[in-house]
C-alpha cells in the first residue's frame, strides 16, 4: 500500500521544516513558476538534530559537477549521500554556489531594517519543530539560475526558467529534517523580473 503524501505549504517569503524518514521521497514544487527555495537538510541522531548536514560544497567534491544529475546524491559535510536526485521537470537550472540571503545582504543592497530572507526562515522553521542549528549552512538553491561565464563571471541578472507546476524529486538516504525556505528575494530578478516572491511547497511521498 502506498503510503499518503503529506504536502506542506510554504507562504512567500517564509520557511517550513519537516522530518522525513529514509526512504522517502520528498517533491518540491514551484507552484507559479521563477520562485526560488533554498532547502536545507539535517541528519537526525538519537539526540535529535546532529552537525551533519547537507554541504553544497562537499556535493560538487563528490559530483565533480555544478549539480548532481538525475540519480547522483547530494552528501554531507561528513561526504555520505542525503539526498538522490530522482526526477526534475524544472529543466535543470538549480544552484549549489551561492549562500543563503540574509540582513546583512539586504543591507549591502541597500535595505534599511528588517527584510525577510532565508537565513532567518531556516533558524525559524527549525524553532517551530523543536531544533535548533550553530550556523547557516550553504543551501541547495532550487530553480534558481545563476549564469557563469568561462572567465569566472556570475550573475544575479537571469529570473529562473521554472514554469508553474515544475517540479524536483529527492530520495532520503536517511531520516532528515528538511527545511525550505520560500526566498524573499525582491530587489533583484533572482524571483523573476516582477520581484514578487510567492509561495512554494514540499510533499512527502
Known amino acids: 500500500m502506498t503510503p ?5 505549504l510554504v507562504l512567500a517569503r517564509i520557511g517550513r ?8 521521497q520528498v517533491r518540491v514544487v514551484d507552484v507559479e513558476g521563477q520562485q526560488v527555495g533554498d532547502l ?6 538519537a539526540a535529535g538534530v546532529t552537525g551533519e548536514h547537507l554541504s553544497a560544497s562537499h556535493t560538487r567534491t563528490f559530483t565533480s559537477r ?5 540519480g547522483e546524491s547530494f552528501v554531507t559535510n561528513r561526504r555520505r549521500p542525503i539526498l538522490t536526485l ?5 529543466g535543470g537550472i538549480h544552484d549549489t554556489l551561492m549562500a543563503a540571503c540574509d ?5 549591502f543592497l541597500g535595505v534599511e531594517g528588517h527584510h525577510d530572507n532565508c537565513a532567518d526562515n531556516l533558524i525559524a522553521a527549525l524553532a517551530d519543530v523543536g531544533m ?24 544575479f541578472a537571469a529570473p529562473p526558467r521554472s514554469v508553474p507546476g515544475s517540479y524536483v524529486v529527492l530520495r532520503a538516504e536517511m531520516d532528515l529534517t528538511i527545511a525550505f525556505s520560500a526566498c524573499p528575494q525582491d530587489i533583484l530578478p533572482i524571483n523573476g523580473k516582477a520581484g514578487k516572491p510567492t509561495e512554494a511547497h514540499f510533499q512527502i511521498e
Open 17 to 24: 521544516a519537516v522530518y522525513v524518514d529514509q526512504g522517502s
Open 40 to 45: 536545507f537538510a539535517y541528519v537526525l541522531g
Open 66 to 70: 555544478l549539480f548532481p544529475a538525475i
Open 132 to 155: 535548533a542549528s550553530p550556523h547557516v549552512p550553504s543551501p541547495l538553491n532550487l530553480f534558481m539560475n545563476i549564469p557563469w561565464t568561462e572567465q569566472g563571471g556570475l550573475s
Open 4 to 8: 499518503t503524501s503529506v504536502r506542506t
Open 86 to 90: 530522482v526526477e526534475d521537470t524544472s
Open 103 to 107: 540582513r546583512y545582504r539586504y543591507a
